[in-house]
């Protein structure tokens, strides 16, 4: 390999890493994530809401498997997000350390010396005032005392002050990047460890414990999550209580809860919590949270034997406006030692069911979604339900094409009340023994989150700084009076009038509000000496200057 070769290769690696780090591509990264993220925002996502993944694809066939095919239904872990987040972390690690290295070097530095001809300064004041060299210069050590500033004296005895200030604009500056990497850090951590589990939980005493998945309906995880050493804790739900308005809206509804956690789960001892939407549990290092709620009707089916099965399973709500819901509830045939006798003779009761009934002749509807007058409408089907295929299956509807196959036959069609039965032709009865509720939860573990909160404050407040802050420059002279006429410098310092000073000013930066400034400081420097009058003229040369 050539020497020229490798000079080429070596040349194109530095201005490639030049061109990445340079602060013009970490803001052009910046904007692309913050566009990459836009279909995250506004198109349903593979990880939050499957269903509604699903129905944007019924009503869009099209264009869902062109967006399916780039990964706008799975933005957040596409390999598009993660390369730009990726680059965006290594432009601005690679633009920080050079801009820290620089600012140190600032920091030590002393202010620059004072130009030969202030005039021609941005801002520019000059007058005489009645004080001596000595005099005028301790007055403008009083005034700039807040200043950074640098003292030095000329060949004709003139006495000059360098002054800055605003250096920790830059510092703000540094701190609003880092603080982005923090964030940028944290928040891949918590993606990479973070999980989510969602749990029906009836309220009536029953428990979950975060002791596996297998315990929750969904379960969604990191990376580096395998489902094992879960937080330990246990909740049990005695009871939900839900107030709506007349209009039907949900006014206040909570669950009284049951935890316990640590020390708590080897003591038995349960402590309570009062769990609403914006009060979640906060325990183990997990926050619980009150998500949805539902009704679960309650049937009992006595077999022609005798024997009865009592089951209560969620249904869905499909309005809720007035929580009219839907759902299945199955049942398998007790003692019967033929499995395939005993998987065709499995019952479904699917249907409606309204916490207060309206009829349509004998189409039910809900008015209200307050338990004021229950009813269920119901089809009760026998046959095969699918159980020994292995497959899941849905508890919220049975499997249609079962149906359509013919496999599962609808026996028995009813609307019934509470207390109310129907009796099948081979004997078999069912009943609506009532309505229970459930509650769904929210389990959700990250442990970055506290560190992302506090570099997101952080962000918030270099930033501050860094736009607030302004960076000036500010140069005085001191001239005593006879300086460059032959008069020497100690008859020049024991003169005590007709002193020369001159102030000349820079911002920085582009900001406005240093000329008001520049002017103030003017004019305390060449009207407060001690009571002392004095001529003066002030300038803006950004303006023109008046004399």
Same mark, same amino acid.
């Given at each position: 390999?050539?020497?020229?070769?490798?000079?080429?290769?070596?040349?194109?690696?530095?201005? @490639?890493?030049?061109?990445?780090?340079? =602060?013009?591509?970490?803001?052009?990264?910046?904007?692309?994530?913050?566009?990459?993220?836009?279909?995250?925002?506004?198109?349903?996502?593979? &990880?939050?809401?499957?269903?509604?993944?699903?129905?944007?694809?019924?009503?869009?066939?099209?264009?869902?498997?062109?967006?399916?095919?780039?990964?706008?239904?799975?933005?957040?872990?596409?390999?598009?997000?993660?390369?730009?987040?990726?680059?965006?972390?290594?432009?601005?690690?690679?633009?920080?350390?050079?801009?820290?290295?620089?600012?140190?070097?600032?920091?030590?530095?002393?202010?620059?010396?004072?130009?030969?001809?202030?005039?021609? =300064?941005?801002?520019?004041?000059?007058?005489?005032?009645?004080?001596? /060299?000595?005099?005028?210069?301790?007055?403008?050590?009083?005034?700039?005392?807040?200043?950074?500033?640098?003292?030095?004296?000329?060949?004709?005895?003139?006495?000059?002050?360098?002054? !800055?200030?605003?250096?920790?604009?830059?510092?703000?500056?540094?701190?609003?990047?880092?603080?982005?990497?923090?964030? *940028?850090?944290?928040?891949?951590?918590?993606?990479?460890?973070?999980?989510?589990?969602?749990?029906?939980?009836?309220?009536?005493?029953?428990?979950?414990?975060?002791?596996? #998945?297998?315990?929750?309906?969904?379960?969604?995880?990191?990376?580096?999550?395998?489902?094992?050493?879960?937080?330990?804790?246990?909740?049990?739900?005695?009871?939900?209580?839900?107030?709506?308005?007349?209009?039907?809206?949900?006014?206040?509804?909570?669950?009284?809860?049951?935890?316990?956690?640590?020390?708590?789960?080897?003591?038995?001892?349960?402590?309570?919590?009062?769990?609403?939407?914006?009060?979640?549990?906060?325990?183990?290092?997990?926050?619980?949270?009150?998500?949805?709620?539902?009704?679960?009707?309650?049937? #009992?089916?006595?077999?022609?034997?005798?024997?009865?099965? #009592?089951?209560?399973?969620?249904?869905?709500?499909?309005?809720?406006? #007035?929580?009219?819901?839907?759902?299945?509830?199955?049942?398998?045939?007790?003692? =019967?030692?033929?499995?395939?006798?005993?998987?065709?003779?499995?019952?479904?009761?699917?249907?409606?069911?309204?916490?207060?009934?309206?009829?349509?002749?004998?189409?039910?509807?809900?008015?209200?979604?307050?338990?004021?007058?229950?009813?269920?409408?119901?089809?009760?089907?026998?046959?095969?339900?699918?159980? $020994? @295929?292995?497959?899941?299956? &849905?508890?919220?509807?049975?499997?249609?094409?079962?149906?359509?196959?013919?496999?599962?036959?609808?026996?028995?069609?009813?609307?019934?009340?509470?207390?109310?039965?129907?009796?099948?032709?081979?004997?078999?009865?069912?009943?609506?023994?009532?309505?229970?509720?459930?509650?769904?939860?929210?389990?959700?573990?990250?442990?970055?989150?506290?560190?992302? *909160?506090?570099?997101?404050?952080?962000?918030?407040?270099?930033?501050?700084?860094? *736009?607030?802050?302004?960076?000036?420059?500010?140069?005085?002279?001191?001239?005593?009076?006879?300086?460059?006429?032959?008069?020497? !410098?100690?008859?020049?310092?024991?003169?005590?009038?007709?002193?020369?000073?001159?102030?000349?000013? *820079?911002?920085?930066?582009?900001?406005?509000?240093?000329? !008001?400034?520049? /002017?103030?400081? $003017?004019?305390?420097?060449?009207?407060?000496?001690?009571?002392?009058? $004095?001529?003066?003229?002030?300038?803006?040369?950004?303006?023109?200057?008046?004399?």
């Amino acid at each position: 390999m050539s020497t020229s070769f490798l000079r080429r290769i070596l040349s194109f690696l530095r201005n @490639t890493w030049r061109g990445l780090t340079s =602060m013009r591509t970490a803001l052009v990264l910046l904007f692309l994530l913050a566009l990459a993220a836009l279909p995250g925002a506004l198109l349903p996502q593979w &990880s939050l809401n499957e269903d509604n993944v699903r129905e944007f694809s019924d009503n869009y066939p099209t264009l869902a498997k062109v967006l399916d095919a780039v990964g706008a239904f799975n933005v957040f872990s596409s390999v598009w997000f993660a390369a730009i987040y990726v680059l965006l972390f290594v432009s601005l690690i690679g633009c920080l350390l050079p801009r820290s290295s620089h600012y140190l070097r600032q920091l030590r530095a002393r202010p620059v010396r004072t130009p030969r001809n202030l005039e021609r =300064m941005p801002h520019h004041a000059g007058g005489t005032v009645g004080l001596s /060299t000595e005099e005028m210069t301790a007055v403008v050590r009083r005034r700039l005392r807040r200043w950074r500033t640098e003292e030095a004296t000329e060949a004709d005895g003139s006495r000059t002050i360098s002054a !800055e200030r605003g250096y920790l604009r830059e510092a703000g500056n540094l701190v609003f990047h880092f603080a982005l990497v923090g964030l *940028l850090i944290t928040v891949a951590g918590g993606q990479l460890t973070r999980y989510e589990g969602q749990v029906v939980v009836q309220a009536d005493g029953s428990s979950f414990c975060n002791s596996g #998945t297998y315990n929750y309906d969904s379960f969604r995880a990191g990376p580096t999550v395998d489902g094992t050493g879960l937080s330990e804790f246990c909740l049990r739900v005695k009871d939900f209580d839900v107030r709506y308005l007349a209009s039907g809206q949900p006014d206040n509804f909570h669950a009284d809860i049951d935890y316990q956690s640590g020390k708590a789960l080897d003591d038995g001892d349960w402590k309570p919590h009062d769990l609403q939407v914006n009060n979640p549990l906060r325990t183990a290092g997990d926050r619980i949270y009150l998500t949805g709620n539902g009704y679960t009707p309650v049937f #009992t089916v006595t077999f022609p034997d005798g024997q009865q099965r #009592t089951k209560k399973t969620q249904w869905k709500p499909v309005n809720t406006g #007035t929580m009219l819901s839907q759902g299945a509830t199955k049942f398998d045939r007790p003692d =019967m030692p033929d499995e395939q006798r005993r998987h065709e003779n499995q019952l479904a009761i699917r249907g409606l069911f309204a916490p207060t009934a309206q009829l349509n002749g004998k189409v039910l509807s809900s008015s209200f979604p307050a338990l004021n007058e229950p009813m269920a409408a119901v089809d009760v089907l026998k046959g095969k339900l699918g159980f $020994a @295929t292995g497959e899941s299956q &849905s508890i919220f509807n049975v499997n249609q094409e079962l149906i359509d196959s013919g496999q599962l036959e609808r026996v028995e069609r009813q609307n019934l009340a509470v207390g109310d039965s129907v009796r099948l032709a081979d004997g078999t009865s069912i009943r609506f023994d009532g309505v229970q509720r459930w509650v769904n939860l929210q389990v959700s573990h990250n442990p970055f989150q506290s560190y992302v *909160l506090v570099f997101a404050l952080t962000v918030v407040v270099g930033l501050g700084a860094s *736009l607030s802050i302004k960076r000036r420059r500010i140069w005085v002279r001191i001239t005593p009076a006879g300086a460059g006429t032959g008069t020497t !410098e100690t008859d020049a310092e024991e003169s005590d009038g007709n002193t020369s000073v001159e102030i000349g000013g *820079l911002a920085r930066t582009d900001q406005a509000g240093y000329g !008001e400034e520049f /002017t103030r400081i $003017a004019e305390e420097l060449l009207v407060s000496g001690r009571g002392s009058t $004095a001529s003066s003229v002030a300038g803006d040369n950004s303006r023109g200057r008046s004399s």
